[in-house]
């Protein structure tokens, strides 16, 4: 009986292992991806040493799997929240019971990446990387209103940059397109407003903008 016994332990054991062992793997397919989009943002920081650009690759490539491994997560959850419990005010509570663990492990994993290529980086290529893990919106953005708005004082354009730094900080642990275009759209709703304060009419300022662009696209033909 004793040995029976034994025998489920570790039959039960074995199996846990082996279930552990499945979840954590993860598709060969979606590591070339992560690896090839790591890759093309090495690809500009000019690092000299082929074993630091491998690296640095791996480090990237890395984030954006646990930041996946996250988000994947708190939404199998959520899910799994929404069908279990009916009660609706408890259910989001749960919602933002479970939100709220994952932006804690989030804002760990991105203090804990940011150390990683401190070690490996300088400070112009860690924003280099920033940006390359938020298609360039930053350096796009404060090109387009520094255009639009030729007279923007030292002040407003130190504003302007700074907010869309913070947004960049949130954008770079979206989990899609979209979650990190909505956090630079929530950012530029704030300059928005501030500019607004400031005396600046933006629709009007957007019209001549695009007119005054119209009008280059024209002169090149």
């Known amino acids: 009986m004793k040995m029976f016994k034994k025998i489920i332990t570790v039959a039960l054991l074995v199996a846990t292992c082996s279930n552990v062992v499945a979840q954590s793997k993860v598709d060969p397919e979606y590591v070339k991806v992560t690896n090839e989009r790591a890759q093309k943002i090495v690809n500009d920081l000019k690092i000299k040493s082929a074993a630091d650009q491998l690296a640095v690759r791996d480090i990237i490539a890395e984030q954006y799997r646990s930041l996946n491994k996250i988000q994947d997560g708190r939404d199998a959850q959520i899910a799994e929240a929404k069908k279990n419990v009916t009660d609706k005010e408890k259910q989001q509570k749960e919602v933002e019971k479970l939100k709220a663990a994952a932006d804690k492990d989030i804002a760990s994993l991105h203090k804990s990446y940011l150390k990683k290529l ?14 390359g893990m938020t298609y360039g ?76 662009i119209e009008e280059k696209e024209k002169n090149k033909k």
Do not use: C
Not at 118 to 131: C, E, H, S, T
Not at 171 to 178: I, L, P, R, V, Y
């Open 137 to 212: 919106v930053l350096p796009i953005t404060v090109a387009g209103y520094n255009d639009m708005l030729p007279n923007l004082t030292a002040a407003q354009k130190k504003y302007i940059y700074d907010a869309l730094v913070e947004a960049r900080e949130h954008a770079m642990d979206g989990g899609s397109s979209k979650e990190k275009h909505g956090w630079f759209g929530k950012y530029k709703g704030r300059i928005n407003n501030y500019l607004s304060k400031q005396g600046y009419d933006l629709n009007k300022e957007s019209a001549d903008w695009h007119k005054r």
């Open 118 to 131: 401190g070690k490996k980086l300088n400070a112009n290529q860690i924003n280099q990387v920033k940006d």
